[in-house]
C-alpha cells in the first residue's frame, strides 16, 4: 500500500464519516441511490431526499416498478432530473437483464443508464467487494492539489493524468474504507474554499500546499458569456380553481416533468387557450418575470395568468395535459419555475381576494 493510502486510510479510522444514511446498510442499491443523488449536490441536501427516497422505495425491484411521475415527485427541487430518469431506467434494466442484481463488472455497471466510469468504481469498490478507482468533484480536487495537476479537469488531457493518479492511488484492500476515506478528505478538509491544511493527513507530501498555490488547483472551467432566452407560461385558471399542466416529453429540457405551457409571446398564449383548450380568456393578468439559469444558457420566463370561459378540452385523467387543484402542489415531478410559479398564483389570487373584501 503506498503512503498516501496509508495515511488517508489511518485518518479515515478516527476522523471519517461512518454515520450517513447510506453506510448504515451499504448494498450496491443504497450506495448507486447515494452516488447519482450527490453528483454535483451537497451531502446536507441529499440526506432528506435518500431518507424520502428509500422510504418509498426500499429496494431495486419497488422503484422499478414505480410509475415515473412517483420517481420525479420524490426528486423534485433536487434538480438535475435527467439523474432520476436514469436512475428509474437503470432500475427496470436491472430488474429485466440482471436477474435484480447490479453486475460485479466495471462494464457492465457502466452500460446502465446515467452510470459513469466514477459512479460504476463507487458501486464495485463500496458494495461489490471489487477494486476500481473513483474521480468524483471532491477526488479531483484532492488529486489535483496533492500532485499539483494544472489545468481544468474537463479538459480530456488533465482527466486522464487524474484517474491515472487515482488508480495509481486505490490500494489492493481495504477499497471499500479507502474510496469514502477519499471523498470525505475532499468534502470536509480539502474543500473549494478555505481548505484546512494544517489537518490534512496529506498535508507534507501536498504539492499545492508546497507552493502556497492551494486556491489554483483543480483549474478553474474556462469562463464564458451565456445566452439569454425568453419565453410566455400560460398560466391557465379554470372556472372551478385549477391549474393547467402539461408533461414535457422524457427528452430534453424538464424532461418527464410536469409545467406550465409554454408560448412565444402573449398573442400566442392566447391563441393557445382558443385553440388547443377551446376556452375563452375573460381575464389577463402578467405577473412577476422569472429567471431560471441553465448551465448553458438563462431563461426569461414572462408568467400570463389567464382565466378561462370553461373547463378546458382535452384534459383527461393519466394524460398529458392534465388540471390540479390550486389549493396545494400536484404531487408529481415539478420543474422549479413551476413550483415558484404555482405558489405565486396562490399569492396573487389572496391578495386579490382580500382586496375585494
Request: aromatic letters at 8%; a neutral charge; one cysteine or more.
Amino acid at each position: 500500500m503506498d503512503a498516501f493510502a496509508d495515511k488517508l486510510l489511518r485518518w479515515f479510522a478516527d476522523h471519517g464519516r461512518h454515520d450517513l444514511p447510506w453506510q448504515r446498510d451499504a448494498t450496491a442499491y443504497h450506495v448507486w441511490l447515494s452516488e447519482i443523488m450527490l453528483q454535483q449536490t451537497q451531502v446536507a441536501t441529499v440526506v432528506p431526499y435518500y431518507e424520502r427516497f428509500t422510504a418509498a422505495f426500499p429496494d431495486l425491484q419497488s422503484l422499478a416498478a414505480a410509475p415515473e411521475d412517483d420517481v420525479l415527485a420524490l426528486w423534485s427541487g433536487l434538480g438535475y432530473y435527467a439523474r432520476a430518469r436514469n436512475l428509474h431506467s437503470a432500475a427496470k434494466v436491472l430488474v429485466s437483464d440482471h436477474a435484480g442484481e447490479f453486475p460485479a463488472d466495471i462494464d457492465a455497471l457502466q452500460a446502465l443508464p446515467g452510470i459513469g466510469r466514477s459512479t460504476a468504481g463507487a458501486i464495485l469498490s463500496t458494495a461489490l467487494g471489487g477494486r476500481a478507482p473513483i474521480l468524483d468533484g471532491n477526488v479531483k480536487r484532492v488529486l489535483a492539489r496533492y500532485h499539483a495537476v494544472d489545468g481544468w479537469p474537463g479538459r480530456s488531457t488533465v482527466m486522464k493524468k487524474l484517474w491515472e493518479l487515482a488508480e495509481a492511488h486505490t490500494p489492493a484492500d481495504q477499497v471499500a474504507e479507502y474510496t469514502q476515506a477519499i471523498m470525505d478528505l475532499g468534502a470536509t478538509l480539502c474543500t473549494r474554499a478555505k481548505p484546512a491544511c494544517e489537518r490534512c493527513p496529506q498535508r507534507e507530501g501536498c504539492a499545492a500546499r508546497a507552493a502556497a498555490r492551494q486556491g489554483e488547483f483543480p483549474g478553474k472551467k474556462p469562463r464564458k458569456v451565456l445566452p439569454r432566452r425568453s419565453t410566455v407560461f400560460v398560466l391557465a385558471l379554470t372556472p372551478a380553481g385549477e391549474l393547467l399542466l402539461e408533461k414535457r416529453p422524457s427528452p430534453g429540457l424538464w424532461g418527464g416533468l410536469w409545467c406550465f405551457p409554454e408560448a412565444t409571446d402573449h398573442s400566442a398564449a392566447l391563441d393557445y387557450c382558443t385553440t388547443t383548450l377551446a376556452a375563452a380568456v375573460i381575464n389577463a393578468q402578467e405577473l412577476a418575470p422569472v429567471q431560471h439559469s441553465f448551465s448553458h444558457y438563462h431563461l426569461e420566463i414572462s408568467p400570463l395568468l389567464l382565466t378561462l370561459s370553461r373547463e378546458p378540452t382535452l384534459v383527461q385523467e393519466g394524460g398529458e395535459l392534465r388540471c390540479w387543484e390550486l389549493q396545494k402542489l400536484p404531487g408529481v415531478g415539478l420543474a422549479a419555475p413551476t413550483q415558484r410559479l404555482w405558489q405565486a398564483v396562490q399569492a396573487t389570487l389572496d391578495l386579490n381576494i382580500s382586496g375585494t373584501s
